[in-house]
């Protein structure tokens, strides 16, 4: 179960055992236990939301349109519907701790990304996608974020706009496409959902589903060369990070190329400091309002 449900049955109790103690205030036998349990939860829900998600774990609950109740999900529409929401977990793992994603073969951070249908959680119609057995806790950690960040950026695209975009800041622009395919299995089945991970929650109804489906399907992704001169301040081998200064501009950031091999790199972090030229790829994403966000990748470096 994940800790925001957690919070929500220790809600649930407290609110349960304060309304007892309301209907029987002098029970000299009640009061101090339930007094005594209601001091146990509140100190239990306070670190529950202080502590980190440390298990990937994410509760997935579909209703109307392929849903039968709690009883059943179309086979068909739960399988697409996972396979989508895996990809965008993956894509987004990659890009945010592996720094690139591989247009083909497996992709950076693909096996530790992997997740499994662990439980059918009760609700409207419940699929939980868990890791079962965790080994590296800090990937496990990280793995936990990235599926909080999928969470979000779902719960962004049904709210407006401005709330969509302000989400793509801090996501690669590969996610979109899984995330399109995602609301659009949602949308021809006439399905709602509610998607809880860590601490974040999604509820996004039909007209919800509607409405941010059209969101992502108006962003325009397009890619372009780029070269600039400037100062190069440093890459991160480990997750292909990088910072570049140039001439005239303000700093930018973004992901090493998928073709820079780790020794490229390396030789990459020698030039630190001082003048280059460097060769870019530029992702564009324009939204429904105009609002364009810019992805750079730095494919070469070559001193100046």
């Known amino acids: 179960m994940t800790p925001f449900r957690k919070r929500e049955m220790i809600q649930a109790d407290i609110v349960g055992l304060e309304d007892l103690l309301a209907s029987a205030p002098n029970d000299p036998l009640a009061k101090p236990l339930a ?40 086979a068909k529409f739960a399988g697409q519907v996972l396979d989508s929401f895996q990809d965008m977990v993956t894509n987004h793992f990659a890009a945010k701790y592996h720094g690139l994603l591989r247009r083909s073969g497996r992709r950076k951070g693909e096996a530790e990304s992997k997740l499994f249908l662990t439980a059918l959680p009760r609700g409207s119609f419940g699929l939980q996608l868990s890791q079962p057995h965790v080994q590296d806790f800090v990937t496990a950690n990280q793995l936990a974020t990235v599926m909080e960040d999928v969470t979000a950026l779902v719960d962004a695209a049904g709210k407006d706009d401005q709330t969509f975009e302000d989400a793509l800041t801090s996501t690669h622009g590969r996610v979109l496409v899984p995330l399109k395919k995602f609301l659009e299995m949602l949308e021809n089945s006439h399905a709602d959902c509610r998607i809880i991970s860590g601490m974040k929650q999604a ?5 919800q589903v509607s409405q941010a489906y059209d969101r992502v399907a108006s962003a325009k992704t397009e890619e372009e060369p780029l070269e600039l001169q400037g100062t190069f301040f440093g890459a991160l081998v480990k997750t292909g990070r990088f910072d570049f200064e140039p001439k005239g501009q303000d700093i930018i950031n973004g992901w090493l190329a998928d073709e820079v091999t780790e020794d490229q790199a390396i030789n990459m972090e020698q030039l630190t400091g001082k003048p280059v030229l460097a060769k870019l790829k530029v992702t564009t994403v324009t939204t429904k309002t105009g609002r364009r966000r810019l992805t750079y990748e730095l494919q070469t470096l070559d001193p100046i």
Do not use: C, N
């Open 35 to 74: 007094q005594s349990r209601v001091a146990e939860l509140r100190e239990e829900l306070g670190a529950l939301e202080k502590s980190q998600p440390l298990v990937p774990e994410t509760e997935l609950f579909f209703g109307q349109g392929p849903v039968l109740g709690a009883k059943g999900i179309e």
């Open 203 to 207: 509820v996004l109804k039909k007209e």
